[in-house]
Nanobody, 121 residues
């Protein structure tokens, strides 16, 4: 079964860090672009970061550049998002998914349940 499962969210104070993990099953993360997205209450889902197939390139939303780092672990078949210097505006449900390519709004497969990140001020 093809599946992506997010984990690692939680409650953290502003300035703190969290590491999100996206565990893939049914396919190899090395063969697909994998993106992290987030949706805050009352807002549309937005792309946060993406890593291309084979990990060749990475993209970041401007507001997270320099604070977030995306990486893939082929041995564990996961894609991780290390989030440092968190801000209250980073509060959202975070999802991982397979876009057709980094920058594409088209997703292969379905969305997972996501993981909640809450940053207190």
């Amino acid at each position: 079964e093809v599946q992506l499962v997010e984990s690692g969210g939680g409650l953290v104070q502003a300035g703190g860090s969290l590491r999100l993990s996206c565990a893939a099953s049914g396919f190899s993360v090395d063969n697909y672009a994998i993106g992290w997205f987030r949706q805050a209450p009352g807002k549309e889902r937005e792309g946060v970061s993406c890593i291309s197939r084979s990990g060749g390139t990475t993209d970041y939303k401007d507001s997270v550049k320099g604070r977030f780092t995306i990486s893939s672990d082929n041995a564990k078949n996961t894609v991780n998002l290390l989030m440092n210097s968190l801000k209250p505006e980073d509060t959202a449900v975070y999802y991982c998914a397979r876009p057709l390519s980094c920058g594409s709004s088209l997703i292969i497969g379905s969305w997972g349940q996501g993981t909640q990140v809450t940053v207190s001020s």
